[in-house]
């Protein structure tokens, strides 16, 4: 019997939803999901709303609801999962990399939002956002080369390939080139059976927000 609740929005637009779905996941804690679809929800998919707090992860009485919170909190209660690198350097690059993600990468988060149903082949992508999706395949060819792969700190998923998972959703949706070792990456990634569960429940949704579907 599950003793946790995760308060999701959107699983075709809430990259934010997503990332505590992953981390739960990879917590390996039982949980129910919940969606919500409210005035509050659709704010924060359109980046109107600083003070959303969904995810949500309710546990024993206690709320928990920005994700980097969520993901020391599940480190905590579950240190079998394993989801910080078990070697001081690397887990200390594993929250660094996390934390940027967690804060950074405005051009990139507003020009392309996640669309898990959409397909836009020839995308035309700005200067910021070419700036910032440099920096996360910078951020990836690095982790890979120091760690050896296949994922960002090795051979074991971690909260930092959680946090990175929704851009390369990303990257997919809007026709990003990359390459070799982050193509292979991303390709595993997407490959996450955590992740194909999750958009497979996105391509069934009915919500559809016209703003987030429009051609920039």
Known sequence: MSTATLLISSRNYSSWSLRGWLLTRL???????????D??????LLMRSSTMRIPCLNHEGLRVWDTLAMAEYLNEIRP????????????????????EMHSGFSALRSALPMNLRAR???????????????????????CLATW????????????????????????RTYDVSLDPPCEAYSERILAWPDLVEWAEGA???KEEVPELEMEF
């Open 203 to 205: 391509m069934t949704e």
């Open 80 to 99: 079998d999962a394993a989801m910080l690198p078990r070697e001081r350097i690397a887990r200390a690059h594993c929250r660094s990399i996390s934390g």
């Open 120 to 142: 836009k082949k020839n995308f035309p992508v700005w200067s910021g956002a070419r700036a910032d999706i440099n920096f996360v395949l910078e951020i990836w060819r690095d």
């Open 27 to 37: 917590s390996g804690l039982p949980f129910d999901v919940e969606s919500i679809d």
């Open 148 to 171: 050896g792969g296949p994922y960002l700190f090795g051979d074991t998923l971690t909260i930092a390939d959680a946090m990175y998972a929704p851009v390369v959703t990303r990257f």
């Open 39 to 44: 005035d509050a929800s659709r704010a924060e």
